[in-house]
């Protein structure tokens, strides 16, 4: 399974022009994130990816892009970390960015040592952006879930292999969710109103991001 920028910023927060911005490098620090599945048209994200989509855009919360690029350039190429992106915590706090374990952080961008800090981020968890909410990663919807042994991370109804997407186009077809157990036995009603709705959510991202529901 590999995520399209669209489904790759719906999961994670970001816009479809941030995705694009920060695949370029820029200066000798070089891209924020390179896709690992593919780089060039069609470019598509791996399950990784996203995770690491969604530490910098909740960096970006706190710090300015300059300051993300100055932590992942001490990140690489001083403390010589080398591991994708999503295998670090990474946090903003006090004007700067740290690298975190459950006790103590590293100093990223003001290369001042070792600090304590008392609150880590969960990126796998929900959490607001431009006020609107951007799903838990590994279940986007009560009834879906997002699982990288399962399809790649693909997301599922949650104790299946069947990908919301084409739940969502049966209902899209005009397959009412009462009826969808004569196409899958196994996907309740609720299950495919939650698949739609997120396909829903996917597809209002667009190049500014998520459009805003009309008024």
């Not at 924020?32 to 996203?50: G, K, Q």
């Amino acid at each position: 399974m590999s995520y399209e920028p669209k489904l790759a910023a719906a999961l994670s927060g970001a816009t479809l022009r941030q995705l694009s911005h920060w695949r370029r490098a820029t200066g000798p620090r070089g891209a924020v994130l390179v896709p690992e599945t593919s780089a060039s048209r069609p470019i598509l994200y791996s399950f990784r990816d996203v995770v690491a989509l969604r530490i910098c855009v909740r960096l970006r919360e706190e710090a300015s892009l300059q300051k993300i690029r100055r932590a992942l350039g001490t990140l690489r190429d001083d403390l010589d970390e080398r591991e994708h992106l999503s295998s670090y915590r990474l946090v903003a706090s006090d004007g700067t960015i740290y690298l975190a374990d459950p006790d103590h952080a590293v100093d990223l961008v003001r290369k001042r040592g070792n600090v304590i800090i008392h609150e880590m981020v969960d990126v796998l968890r929900p959490f607001y952006r431009n006020g609107r909410q951007i799903p838990n990663l590994l279940r986007p919807r009560n009834h879906l879930s997002a699982d990288p042994l399962v399809r790649g991370g693909e997301p599922v109804i949650e104790g299946t292999r069947i990908p919301a997407s084409e739940v969502a186009a049966l209902l899209g077809d005009g397959i009412r969710p009462e009826s969808i157990t004569d196409f899958y036995p196994g996907v309740t009603p609720e299950a495919a109103r939650d698949a739609a709705d997120f396909t829903d959510y996917v597809d209002s991202y667009s190049d500014e991001g998520p459009r805003q529901a009309a008024s």
